[in-house]
C-alpha cells in the first residue's frame, strides 16, 4: 500500500478551482515519508470549467514572497501535463488499488484535484474510496504538535509537513 499526502494551491476554494501547484509525497506504514512530487502549472492557459475567485487573488497577494513565486515558476507546465504528471508518478510501482490520497480536507485537495481529472478528460490515479482525509486526522490528535517544513503555501513543503505530522500522530495505516 501507498499512501499520498497531496497539497494544492489554488486560486478558488471551490471544487473546479484552477490550480497552481500540486505537491505530494508518498509514505508508508513503515512511517517514511518518500518520492517528492511537484509541479507548478500555467493558469494562463487552463482550459474552460475551472473557477477563479477574486478573494482567492486577493489573499495570494498577502502571502509571502516565496509562496508568491509559483506565479511565475519557469518551469510551470499545463493542466494537462501536470495531471499526467502526477498520475505517472502516483503509479509508478504501483495499482491504483493500492493508492490511498490523503488531502487537507474531504472538500478540499482530493476533490478538487479529481475534478481537474475530470474537467481535462483524464482518469483520476486513485480509486475514489482510498481517499483519506488528513484535516480530520489533525482534529481527532490535537495534542501532536505540528512542524513547518519550507514554506508556507508552497505546495510541496505543505505536503511533506502534512505528511510528517500525520506519522507523528501514529495513527494504523493499512
Not at 495570494?60 to 510551470?76: C, H, I, L, M, Y
Not at 501535463?81 to 490511498?100: G, R
Given at each position: 500500500?501507498?499512501?499520498i499526502?497531496?497539497?494544492l494551491?489554488?486560486?478558488?476554494?471551490?471544487?473546479?478551482?484552477?490550480?497552481?501547484a500540486?505537491?505530494?509525497?508518498?509514505f508508508?506504514?513503515?512511517?517514511?515519508?518518500?518520492?517528492k512530487?511537484?509541479?507548478?502549472?500555467?493558469?494562463?492557459?487552463?482550459?474552460?470549467?475551472?473557477h477563479?475567485?477574486?478573494?482567492?487573488?486577493?489573499?495570494?497577494?498577502k502571502?509571502?514572497?516565496?509562496?508568491?513565486?509559483?506565479?511565475?515558476?519557469?518551469?510551470?507546465?499545463?493542466?494537462?501535463?501536470?495531471?499526467?504528471?502526477?498520475?505517472n508518478?502516483?503509479?509508478?510501482?504501483?495499482?491504483?488499488?493500492?493508492?490511498?490520497?490523503?488531502?487537507?480536507?474531504?472538500?478540499?485537495?482530493?476533490?478538487?484535484?479529481s475534478?481537474?481529472?475530470?474537467?481535462?478528460?483524464?482518469?483520476q490515479?486513485?480509486?475514489?474510496?482510498?481517499d483519506?482525509?488528513?484535516?480530520?486526522?489533525?482534529?481527532?490528535?490535537?495534542d501532536?504538535?505540528?512542524?513547518?517544513?519550507?514554506?508556507?503555501?508552497?505546495?510541496?513543503?505543505?505536503?511533506?509537513?502534512?505528511a510528517?505530522?500525520?506519522?507523528?500522530?501514529?495513527?494504523?495505516?493499512?
Amino acid at each position: 500500500m501507498t499512501h499520498i499526502m497531496v497539497d494544492l494551491e489554488t486560486l478558488s476554494t471551490k471544487c473546479n478551482a484552477a490550480i497552481l501547484a500540486i505537491g505530494a509525497v508518498k509514505f508508508d506504514a513503515e512511517r517514511r515519508v518518500y518520492n517528492k512530487f511537484y509541479q507548478a502549472v500555467l493558469t494562463a492557459v487552463m482550459p474552460g470549467g475551472f473557477h477563479v475567485s477574486s478573494d482567492t487573488l486577493s489573499w495570494w497577494t498577502k502571502q509571502s514572497e516565496e509562496a508568491r513565486g509559483v506565479f511565475t515558476d519557469p518551469n510551470a507546465c499545463t493542466i494537462d501535463d501536470a495531471l499526467v504528471s502526477f498520475a505517472n508518478w502516483a503509479l509508478l510501482n504501483d495499482d491504483i488499488k493500492n493508492l490511498y490520497m490523503w488531502g487537507n480536507g474531504a472538500a478540499f485537495d482530493n476533490a478538487i484535484l479529481s475534478t481537474a481529472y475530470d474537467i481535462c478528460g483524464w482518469p483520476q490515479p486513485w480509486m475514489f474510496w482510498n481517499d483519506r482525509c488528513y484535516r480530520t486526522m489533525k482534529a481527532q490528535h490535537r495534542d501532536v504538535d505540528f512542524v513547518r517544513l519550507g514554506t508556507f503555501h508552497n505546495a510541496l513543503h505543505d505536503a511533506e509537513s502534512q505528511a510528517e505530522h500525520l506519522l507523528a500522530m501514529e495513527i494504523t495505516l493499512e
